[in-house]
């Protein structure tokens, strides 16, 4: 599933925007489908426009019937009737998405663990300073077991001690839910934690819910969030064809 919202704040109608010939929300489509992981591949939208969009590109979509503030919700509404276990929600902004990343969150399902597990997502080591500090990059902090402890758009933990070296991961838009866990939440009622970072997995861990976390290794994944993120975006496209 991926949900697709067309009036983003940070960048409104980012996914219709061009992306080396095609449009963010086709390509992040076409990247998911290319994995051949899954029976079949959803957009989720309230948009007119990228639902004809997806259409036309030879793609399925799904129209939200009620309005949702996040993806998570968007996606419980479709999936609500559907005999399914597991529910793998992959951004519209992510069309770098590969293979082996969302094997990595897959694979998570198939540890000694798994019984633990309520949804599994995906990490990768951050290496610039300025995104760690950038609100628009969500830094995440796990245990020992790679279970989340927190989400945050702050640097965390904070570096009091700049002696103690520390890694910092963001959090990557790839989620694989248990049915379950993905209705819980869609019944649940927003809590503070979440309305205060707008991060929608932080309303999980508000209700006891376990995410474990894999980590991706891997380059040039990036997330088009801002106009920059789309140029740079774009930079690695071209440089793919060449």
């Given at each position: 599933?991926?949900?697709?919202?067309?009036?983003?704040?940070?960048?409104?109608?980012?996914?219709?925007?061009?992306?080396?010939?095609k449009?963010?929300?086709?390509?992040?489509?076409?990247?998911?489908?290319?994995?051949?992981?899954?029976?079949?591949?959803?957009?989720?939208?309230?948009?007119?426009?990228?639902?004809?969009?997806?259409?036309t590109?030879?793609?399925?979509?799904?129209?939200?019937?009620?309005?949702?503030?996040?993806?998570?919700?968007?996606?419980?509404?479709?999936?609500?009737?559907?005999?399914?276990?597991?529910?793998?929600?992959?951004q519209?902004?992510?069309?770098?998405?590969?293979?082996?990343?969302?094997?990595?969150?897959?694979?998570?399902?198939?540890?000694?663990?798994?019984?633990?597990?309520?949804?599994?997502?995906?990490?990768?080591?951050?290496?610039?300073?300025?995104?760690?500090?950038?609100?628009?990059?969500?830094?995440?902090?796990?245990?020992?077991?790679?279970?989340?402890?927190?989400?945050?758009?702050?640097?965390?933990?904070?570096?009091?001690?700049?002696?103690?070296?520390?890694?910092?991961?963001?959090?990557?838009?790839?989620?694989?839910?248990?049915?379950?866990?993905?209705?819980?939440?869609?019944?649940?009622?927003?809590?503070?934690?979440e309305?205060?970072?707008?991060?929608?997995?932080?309303?999980?861990?508000?209700?006891?819910?376990?995410?474990?976390?894999?980590?991706?290794?891997?380059?040039?994944?990036?997330?088009?969030?801002?106009?920059?993120?789309?140029?740079?975006?774009?930079?690695v496209?071209?440089?793919?064809?060449?």
């Amino acid at each position: 599933m991926i949900p697709a919202r067309y009036a983003a704040t940070r960048f409104p109608g980012k996914l219709m925007q061009d992306l080396g010939g095609k449009s963010v929300i086709v390509r992040t489509y076409q990247a998911t489908k290319a994995t051949q992981l899954f029976d079949e591949v959803y957009v989720v939208t309230d948009s007119d426009i990228i639902f004809n969009e997806i259409q036309t590109n030879g793609g399925i979509a799904i129209k939200s019937i009620k309005q949702h503030e996040c993806g998570s919700d968007r996606i419980a509404e479709a999936i609500e009737n559907m005999d399914v276990d597991i529910v793998v929600n992959v951004q519209g902004d992510e069309p770098f998405t590969t293979k082996e990343d969302l094997e990595k969150v897959l694979n998570l399902f198939e540890d000694e663990d798994a019984d633990q597990i309520d949804l599994a997502s995906l990490m990768t080591k951050m290496t610039d300073w300025n995104e760690v500090n950038d609100p628009n990059f969500v830094k995440v902090i796990v245990n020992k077991d790679n279970y989340a402890l927190y989400f945050s758009r702050s640097p965390i933990p904070y570096p009091r001690d700049r002696s103690i070296p520390m890694e910092y991961y963001e959090h990557k838009g790839i989620y694989a839910f248990r049915k379950q866990a993905l209705m819980d939440f869609y019944r649940w009622p927003m809590r503070n934690l979440e309305a205060s970072e707008k991060i929608e997995c932080l309303r999980y861990l508000e209700y006891g819910k376990n995410i474990k976390l894999a980590i991706s290794n891997t380059n040039n994944a990036i997330e088009i969030d801002t106009p920059e993120d789309l140029l740079k975006a774009n930079k690695v496209m071209k440089g793919s064809k060449e």
